[in-house]
């Protein structure tokens, strides 16, 4: 057996990281709980493609703990035989028998037992690696490698490739106007077809997320990695759905969201309370709406295009020319908020809409609260969804949005 060489981190761990990664935490997060390095956890991440390994049930008591593998090594440093070890731990002398002469450190000949390299060499010998299907099996490799290139071919069969697309740097996706022609099939159509096309031939399933498995996790390998940038999605990285929930941004924390507004807001009693939105046009054009809860007063935001949109190009960070940035909307709502008496601002409630990223500076420029909604969930701005469906086919604004 090969030398453990320098410790590694042991399974258990590992599958507690990805307990976490599971609740939502990022992988330096995750990483930070379970008392690893950062690095280490953007390394687990990025090298399982963002798909956790195992299953998340922890261990039955018929294996071995780390923990009683430590007990195990103090035992024997004080001498204990192998049935008063068996007695202290309520273990078979069988199983400490066989734990002792399987697992122990043989480096310079004598059999000395070690806690961590017992525990990696139980979990070396536990692995049951299979070759992955796609390996095997080139015909099927093939088909669905074929169909998830997608290449557009033109009437004498030669591939169009369109546009230049950049190198692939194994981790972003490029955008999606620079991702080149393609007819792509998604892994569920192509598990799909399969049975279709081979009805009799059993070798030829394959499931769809066995396809994503061969995609993301660079080390099952059978399929050529930068085909992630055919998926739909363009992403190469797997995204939890616990993440993907508390991804609306950054600008939304814990004191700003719809729980904690007043409870006067629900009545659409006491007015001052104000619902807003963004309507955004075919064409990039975009117009805001505010409606107050008790009255029903509706006001428009004007956001024309800034000087430089759809001539210059787009700018990493740079600012947002369409006219309906953080900034732009957030100088249009005090400008209108701050026309008004002070009793009609008192709250504004938002979606989860990046166009309010600066709502901070909002709050305080005009005083007015503001919070907002849950993601996907317009029933929590009633009136505003309503007069927004208004206002989009109205003739008097269609010209605008």
Do not use: C
Request: avoid cysteine; charged fraction near 25%; aromatic fraction near 6%.
């Amino acid at each position: 057996m090969k030398s453990p060489g320098a410790p590694s981190h042991r399974r258990e761990i590992e599958r507690a990281f990805w307990v976490e990664i599971a609740r939502g935490l990022s992988s330096e997060n995750a990483a930070t709980t379970v008392g690893v390095s950062p690095v280490v956890g953007a390394r687990w991440f990025r090298h399982r493609g963002g798909m956790s390994p195992f299953v998340h049930a922890p261990p039955t008591v018929r294996y071995l703990s780390f923990a009683e593998r430590e007990e195990i090594a103090l035992l024997r440093v004080r001498d204990t035989t192998v049935r008063g070890i068996a007695r202290a731990m309520s273990r078979s002398p069988s199983t400490i028998s066989r734990e002792l002469r399987r697992n122990a450190a043989t480096r310079g000949g004598k059999l000395d037992y070690r806690a961590s390299v017992a525990q990696w060499k139980s979990e070396l010998v536990a692995q049951r690696p299979k070759t992955v299907k796609l390996v095997a099996n080139d015909r099927l490799r093939d088909y669905v490698q074929d169909r998830l290139s997608g290449a557009v071919t033109d009437t004498d069969g030669l591939p169009i490739f369109g546009p230049e697309s950049p190198a692939w740097k194994g981790r972003n996706k490029p955008r999606r106007e620079d991702r080149r022609w393609a007819t792509v099939w998604s892994p569920e159509q192509i598990a799909g077809r399969l049975r279709i096309d081979f009805p009799d031939d059993v070798s030829m399933r394959f499931s769809h997320e066995a396809i994503y498995q061969a995609l993301y996790v660079q080390s099952r390998g059978g399929l050529t990695r930068e085909l992630v940038t055919n998926l739909r999605t363009g992403r190469s990285l797997r995204i939890p759905r616990s993440r993907a929930r508390h991804r609306p941004g950054g600008h939304v924390t814990a004191d700003v969201t719809i729980d904690k507004r007043p409870d006067e807001v629900a009545g659409k009693v006491v007015p001052g309370h104000w619902e807003g939105d963004l309507i955004i046009g075919t064409v990039g054009s975009a117009i805001g709406t505010l409606v107050e809860r008790a009255t029903k007063v509706t006001m428009l935001l004007h956001l024309p295009p800034l000087d430089g949109h759809g001539v210059q190009p787009r700018v990493k960070n740079g600012p947002a020319l369409a006219g309906h940035g953080a900034e732009a909307t957030r100088k249009v709502i005090a400008a209108r908020m701050g026309v008004l008496h002070g009793k009609m601002r008192k709250s504004l409630t938002w979606d989860r809409g990046r166009e309010l990223a600066q709502h901070v500076e909002l709050k305080q420029e005009t005083g007015i609260a503001i919070y907002f909604a849950d993601a996907h969930s317009p029933w929590q701005r009633p009136l505003n969804e309503n007069t927004n469906g208004l206002l989009e086919w109205s003739p008097k604004v269609g010209h605008i949005i």
